[in-house]
């Protein structure tokens, strides 16, 4: 799915909602190209479903406006702005069965009955229940129900598919399958999509563009390789998953080649690029290591850092190993099938690409 079209499909401008003088959403703008999935990502009450309702028509912005093809949908009720709406409870009919729920859309625009048939089939097939439209939705199990939901949306070819939480409900397993199906769909339809979730591995599995929220502003957007590797900031970094954040001071290096960071695990090199032009003259920062870049480093190659190692556990696939370096205990993520020193064991280490980022000094984390 691409994002090259001039003009944007959506246009969210400068929109803000509050509730009881509280804002849910304080002054979001960004556009949606025709079909892009963007995920909006950010923790519980950082604004994600208020947003999406604004969008879907479900509330009405107290500033700002939302567009489609150029055109405010200030006036459009929302059964009348062709999108299609996914929520987490899923919302089926209990009294009707899966074509009942499936069809319930194609039957609000009037279509013909043959035409509901057939649409419904389609939607079935699309979600991997071709077969299923007799049976009654209460016996189905959680992974089914959520196709059923899914294909509801999707039935009446919505020009903008919203997906609130849509696999929070199911366990981690179901829930990766599921992902995995749901992008292969959305690809296949070139559908353009919003999917809100707090789930960063959803968000980037799926997603061509992240906006990360934080009390309802935009803390960051951008390709999710591109923010994991660059967050803009602390709050960013830490929801994220980032763990090895330093406090530290940037030097000059050698000669005129980029900078030095003065931490608790020593003095860590940096390209000129690694530090925004606004950081480089700031008394205090915070340094951020990538563990999945902290590698062991071979017989043969320099070491970038050295230390002892404290603590190390096999989570599936990846080896999560504890390094204490200098006064700093870092996190670095290996193949689990890599054999692994022992505890109190001498570990040198070497930083792979994109492997450390400079980011402003924070009081305020995940909480503020």
Do not use: C
């Not at 691409?2 to 849910?24: R, Y």
């Not at 089926?92 to 057939?118: C, E, I, S, T, Y």
Request: aromatic residues 4%; charged residues 20%; hydrophobic residues 45%.
């Amino acid at each position: 799915m691409s994002a090259t079209h001039v003009t944007p499909a959506l246009e969210v401008v400068n929109v803000s909602k509050a509730f009881g003088g509280a804002p849910a959403v304080d002054g979001v703008s960004f556009t949606l190209a025709a079909g892009e999935v963007l995920a909006l990502l950010g923790p519980s009450g950082s604004g994600k479903s208020t947003l999406l309702g604004l969008i879907a028509g479900l509330e009405a912005p107290d500033t700002g406006e939302v567009r489609w093809a150029g055109k405010s949908l200030a006036d459009v009720p929302i059964h009348a702005r062709g999108f299609g709406l996914m929520f987490q409870d899923y919302a089926l009919f209990p009294h009707k069965d899966v074509a009942g729920n499936v069809g319930f859309g194609l039957r609000m625009r009037g279509q013909a009955p043959a035409a509901v048939a057939a649409g419904v089939r389609d939607a079935l097939a699309l979600v991997g229940l071709r077969g299923f439209e007799r049976r009654d939705v209460n016996t189905l199990s959680g992974g089914e129900q959520q196709r059923v939901a899914l294909a509801r949306a999707l039935a009446p070819r919505p020009q903008l598919l919203l997906l609130d939480e849509p696999l929070g409900a199911l366990d981690r397993a179901l829930r990766e399958r599921l992902l995995e199906e749901l992008g292969g769909i959305l690809r296949q339809l070139s559908q353009t999509t919003i999917y809100v979730t707090h789930d960063q591995e959803e968000a980037f599995a799926l997603a061509d563009r992240v906006l990360i929220l934080r009390q309802g502003r935009v803390a960051q957007a951008g390709a999710p390789a591109e923010v994991y590797a660059r967050p803009a900031s602390r709050f960013v970094a830490e929801f994220l998953g980032w763990r090895n954040l330093l406090p530290a001071r940037l030097a000059r290096g050698q000669g005129a080649e980029g900078w030095v960071a003065l931490t608790d695990a020593g003095q860590l090199r940096l390209a000129a690029e690694d530090v925004p032009p606004g950081l480089a003259g700031a008394p205090a920062v915070t340094l951020g290591v990538r563990a999945e870049a902290l590698q062991p480093a071979r017989p043969d190659e320099p070491a970038d850092l050295e230390g002892t190692l404290v603590e190390q556990a096999l989570r599936g696939s990846r080896r999560r190993v504890t390094v204490r370096v200098g006064r700093a205990d870092l996190l670095a993520l290996w193949d689990g099938a890599q054999p692994a020193p022992a505890l109190g064991a001498p570990v040198r280490l070497r930083l792979g690409p994109r492997a450390l980022t400079v980011l402003p000094e924070e009081m305020d984390r995940l909480h503020g």
